[in-house]
């Protein structure tokens, strides 16, 4: 198997399973850091700043650089900069969402925004839906930093950010612009901060339509780990493959 100068490694359900670490994946990242190669640890997850996540990796024994955990809530704010300059946004999210909007000079308003973001929200109910939908209305533009519908917990799959988007996409008939996997937005931030090219990067993940689909419409290699969202007896039914298909990380040696 090929080697490469930047892996780039999904979280949930490749990294860990909620609270359960997934161990061949833990001696991955330990095999790889021994042989000087950082990864990179590439999250749909909006819900937890850099230094949170950080800190749940370390839970696991995993040693993780914090500017290299690129989440979706730190590429959605880029996008609203860079897309929406001097525009206000109605978040939806959690504080790794609106830390990373502030970081980024975004201001938040409740009412009268140009913006709707919506990212994963455990306390979500229904007033903020509805008010999601009214803003959207009267003619804010829709963004959501991820389509998954669920995501791995350690006792199963469980809602997540795509289905409550679904909800507001749904109500309003207007569809969101996603920012995270499959979309390229934090894979190409990788490429251009660091100076890869894509003959060196890869992709590592556990579901088929976000981690292996961002690798291809990037156009880097991707493993598919039998650990997560997408069973590996679904994944070899795909029209396009991964590069390769591991029942887990053990199996890839660096």
């Not at 950082?38 to 990796?57: C, G, I, R, W, Y």
């Not at 389509?147 to 749904?170: Q, R």
């Amino acid at each position: 198997m090929k080697n490469y100068k930047a892996y780039c490694l999904d979280i949930d359900g490749t990294v860990y399973r909620g609270t359960d670490p997934i161990p061949e994946a833990i001696e991955f990242i330990e095999a790889l850091q021994e042989n000087g190669i950082e990864p990179f640890f590439v999250t749909n997850n909006a819900s937890m700043t850099q230094k949170q996540l950080a800190d749940k990796l370390a839970h696991f024994g995993v040693k993780a650089e914090e500017p290299r955990i690129i989440s979706s809530a730190i590429a959605a704010a880029k996008y609203v900069k860079r897309w929406y300059p001097g525009q206000t946004v109605y978040m939806i999210g959690s504080a790794g969402l609106e830390q990373s909007l502030l970081q980024e000079g975004v201001e938040l308003v409740t009412e009268n925004a140009d913006v709707v973001l919506m990212g994963i929200d455990r306390d979500i109910n229904y007033d903020k839906l509805a008010k999601a939908c009214l803003e959207i209305r009267n003619g804010a533009a829709f963004l959501s930093t991820n389509g998954d519908l669920a995501f791995p917990s350690e006792k199963g799959l469980i809602p997540g950010n795509g289905a409550y988007t679904a909800l507001v996409a749904a109500s309003t008939g207007i569809e969101p612009v996603f920012i995270g996997k499959p979309e390229i937005h934090m894979l190409e931030t990788i490429m251009l901060d660091y100076g890869f090219d894509k003959s060196e990067m890869v992709m590592i993940g556990d579901n088929y339509d976000t981690d292996i689909q961002v690798g291809i419409n990037f156009g880097i290699d991707t493993i598919h780990v039998n650990t997560g969202v997408t069973s590996m007896e679904d994944v070899l039914k795909k029209s396009v493959q991964p590069t390769y298909v591991l029942e887990n990380l053990s199996m890839y040696k660096v």
